[in-house]
């Protein structure tokens, strides 16, 4: 039932790095859109970036403007996600989506495939 796995969460402190990655189980999803989204504690779930099929579009939250960076394989078929700069605010459970759309999608409920999702904890 699960058809993306999330891998590359940890725990980082204030500054530092980490590279997340999403790949598919079971189908591909090379014509999807994809997106990260991330729900931290007691908080809802809030998009973070988002790319396009081919990764020539990509739109991102304003929160993680200029930190991180969405990126997709050379197939097309895996997708990540650089942070960089990590901020104690940026603690939450991370989680991948796919979507048949062809336009690129920044709403949750737009998306119809998820991950289970990869914890991501920063520490001040």
């Known amino acids: 039932q699960v058809q993306l796995v999330e891998s590359g969460g940890g725990l980082v402190q204030a500054g530092g790095s980490l590279r997340l990655s999403c790949a598919p189980s079971?189908?591909?999803?090379?014509?999807?859109?994809m997106g990260w989204f991330r729900q931290g504690p007691g908080k809802e779930r809030e998009f973070v970036a988002t790319?396009?099929?081919?990764?020539?579009?990509?739109s991102y939250a304003d929160s993680v403007k200029g930190r991180f960076t969405i990126s997709r394989g050379n197939a097309r078929n895996t997708m990540y996600l650089q942070m960089n700069n990590l901020k104690p605010e940026d603690t939450a459970v991370y989680h991948c989506?796919?979507?048949?759309?062809?336009?690129?999608?920044?709403?949750?409920?737009?998306?119809?495939?998820w991950g289970q999702g990869t914890q991501v904890t920063v520490s001040s």
């Open positions: 989506a796919a979507d048949s759309a062809a336009v690129i999608l920044t709403t949750a409920r737009d998306y119809d495939y």
């Open positions: 790319i396009n099929w081919s990764g020539s579009s990509t």
């Open positions: 079971g189908r591909t999803f090379r014509s999807y859109t």
